[in-house]
């Protein structure tokens, strides 16, 4: 078995790659192709903090994989200097089930779910977009902005986080970073910070929206990847209820979405405000963006499926970069 610190992860994920990975991810669970049972969540009251089971088995015209993800969402880890996302991934065999790789799940999570946001913002937003918002200063909200920046041409990103000093750090360590740019700005409120945006990337933890829909650009792309139960909202509902909305499961999302459960609750919308899946505009089967003006909102729960075809890319990866460790299983 091939064993992947999150060093070596990191090293054999490059974000473009997986970008490109995760498109045929969805496009594979649109069209039947892959087996994605809903997540097993293992409540943990004492800590305040969740476990999920995430098992996939993807096949798509080149390949197939097979994987399970454990992770773990414990919200006081950061005040002990631990990471909030604690994961292990097991890639297996997709024709024997032979365990073949461990990785580290934390760095692979903050990076797939990146390129999720990547392949939303390739296929939705205006192909002249050139100013993105970032909400959360966190490890997603740096793969959030990897993202945008490998597909879309970049000139300036805005950083909004309830922590001024978090967005100032931000900005500071990944400012000239691979493709994104230099000029990268911590916003003080959030209205700063959505005025120009023409992609907003919300990774945040938060129980009700991050910023008012009145201050969105028209044609504005929101990729939104922080809300991830019922109880959960970062997008106000005014604005997913004029947007056209995209989802990375359709199943996923009405389980667990509390961006799209909790005005559907209120009678904004019904389950047919759900435009596509991504995966149904990667085949071609629905329409993405038709004007300039039209807002796009895709949401992503997070599926098994592109921890599946990930690890795949990473183990792949490894092997050709000789990194990893072999470990006798």
Known sequence: MLILTANDVRKALPMSEVIEAMKRAYSSLSDGKAEVPLRTRLSIPSYEAITLIMPAYVQTDETEALAVKVVSLFPKNPARGLAFIQAAVIAFEADTGRPMALLEGTSLTAIRTGAGSGAAIDLLARPDSCIVAIFGAGAQGRTQLEAACSVRGIDKAWIFDPDLDKAKAFAKEMAGQGPIPQDLKPASISQEAVAEADIICTATTSVSPVFEDK??????????????????????????????????????????????????????????????????????????????DEITYFKSVGIAVQDAMAAQVALSNARRMNIGREVDF
């Open 215 to 292: 201050d969105l650009k028209p044609g504005a792309h929101i990729s939104s990847i922080g809300s991830y139960t019922p109880e959960m909202v970062e997008v106000p509902a005014e604005t997913i209820r004029r947007a056209k909305v995209i989802v990375d499961s359709r199943s996923a999302c009405l389980e667990e979405a509390g961006d799209l459960i909790q005005p559907m609750r209120a009678g904004l919308f019904d389950e047919s405000h759900i435009h596509a899946e991504l995966g149904e505009i990667v085949l071609g089967r629905k329409p993405g963006r038709q004007s300039d």
